[in-house]
């Protein structure tokens, strides 16, 4: 069973940048499709961007494309690399993985692991 774990949240402005990571306790690369979701305060957890096991597809939610872009290595971490942030990207992140590695998944009930999630919050 993969661990996951974030990091890298925090504050920031908005207009601003943030990367948040997501480390495996095993060798994702490949065999797992990855991806973060994020539920904001009183809201139901949402899909954000997903990436297929060998890192050829990505997919991104319309609120965050062309702000965010996710990426992965050939080990143990995927990345969410977080610009232009707004408030309204305020919410915590979680990394998820899927062993539907061919495509890169969008919804949740496709996941199998999920991470403990790491607080970004976007100030004005």
């Known amino acids: 069973q993969v661990q996951l774990v974030e990091s890298g949240g925090g504050y920031a402005q908005a207009g601003g940048s943030l990367t948040i990571s997501c480390s495996a306790s095993?060798?994702?690369?490949?065999?797992?499709?990855m991806a973060w979701f994020r539920q904001a305060p009183g809201k139901d957890r949402e899909f954000v961007a997903s990436i297929s096991g060998n890192g050829h597809r990505t997919d991104y939610a319309d609120s965050v494309e062309g702000r965010f872009a996710i990426s992965r290595d050939n080990g143990y971490t995927v990345r969410l690399q977080m610009s232009s942030l707004r408030p309204e990207d305020t919410a915590v992140y979680y990394c998820a993985a899927s062993l539907y590695n061919a495509t890169a998944p969008t919804m949740g009930e496709l996941f199998h692991y999920w991470g403990q999630g790491t607080q970004v919050t976007v100030f004005s």
């Open positions: 095993e060798q994702i690369f490949v065999t797992y499709a």
